[in-house]
């Protein structure tokens, strides 16, 4: 058992050796450390000559084959890739060409270079609809280069790119929220841009959006009988949002939300509640002279009247 042993820390030693000193044949050190055993000797030489595991030069012939295929981009490449990669944008193969953009800027940092590569990977992932990816990008454009001439282009692609990515209406609207703050900040860091119409533009598709987000809760208060929460909600709606597309439509539901409310109330308090309809109809008639609730209002408003008409009767 001993001698076995003995065997297994010489053949282990060897190997160690063996990886050591790639220059020296592995055979070579094992024969140092078993003079005494021929046999053994041969033994290792079999398993250091019938195992590639164990050539150590091939492994690194290996691993050079391997770095040459990689692809990875130097200075001495980077021209090459360049061009490459403005091929590829060019042919619109823009996720093609964002892969190489991404690994070309960091050696272009402090050149004349740098600021193109980096616009034209944040466009890449834009003009890919990749559009989270592509406002972070040009953010960080914006930040890193904002005295060049195409910052003001960065910042603006930018928020475009958080516009895009605003969800619908009837889903949270936190990235709503976040792109018209975005929007109002390049308004006032570019007051005289010529780009202001666009970003008007924007800001009225996302306020009418939250805009139709607000006027579908107060139909949702105002269909499920919570009618004081209707009231709360629609009064506040018409503050927000008075010159919105959904005004009139937020004003009719108040309408029919304060009749229905009325009619369901106790005697004491109808007369009130009627009386909120009418008001409803006349601030639809005034604000809303051509909108094309009047006619379902008036008749709800009318109705209402009729019946303030007879709670006054009863009391006399």
Request: charged letters at 25%; aromatic letters at 16%.
């Amino acid at each position: 058992m001993k001698k076995t042993a003995h065997i297994y820390l010489n053949i282990l030693i060897s190997f160690v050796l063996c990886t050591a000193w790639s220059d020296i044949p592995a055979v070579n050190e094992v024969y140092l450390f078993q003079k005494n055993s021929i046999c053994q000797y041969e033994s290792i030489e079999k398993i250091t000559t019938n195992s590639p595991s164990f050539d150590i030069r091939s492994k690194k012939k290996k691993t050079k084959t391997q770095r040459k295929s990689s692809g990875k981009i130097t200075f001495d490449s980077f021209r090459q890739y360049y061009d490459k990669a403005l091929k590829y944008y060019d042919n619109k193969a823009y996720l093609s060409a964002a892969r190489i953009f991404e690994e070309l800027y960091p050696l272009s940092i402090g050149t004349p270079l740098g600021d193109t590569i980096l616009f034209l990977f944040a466009d890449s992932y834009f003009q890919n609809h990749d559009y989270q990816m592509a406002s972070f990008h040009f953010r960080d454009y914006a930040k890193r280069y904002p005295g060049t001439e195409k910052a003001e282009l960065a910042s603006l692609n930018a928020v475009k790119a958080m516009y895009y990515t605003s969800p619908d209406y009837n889903l949270d609207q936190y990235v709503t929220n976040f792109a018209i703050d975005e929007i109002n900040l390049f308004i006032q860091q570019y007051p005289y841009s010529k780009y202001i119409q666009d970003c008007n533009d924007m800001l009225d598709d996302l306020r009418n959006k939250l805009a139709k987000k607000d006027m579908e809760i107060v139909r949702m208060y105002y269909q499920t009988g919570y009618y004081e929460a209707a009231q709360i909600m629609a009064r506040n709606f018409l503050k927000t949002y008075s010159s919105s597309k959904y005004a009139p439509e937020v004003l009719l539901i108040l309408i029919k939300n304060n009749y229905d409310y009325a009619r369901k109330s106790v005697e004491q308090k109808k007369y009130y509640r009627y009386k909120d309809c009418m008001d409803a109809y006349d601030m639809l008639q005034s604000q809303y002279p051509e909108n094309s609730y009047l006619a379902e209002g008036k008749k709800i408003a009318g109705d209402a009247e009729n019946q303030i008409k007879k709670l006054d009767e009863r009391k006399k």
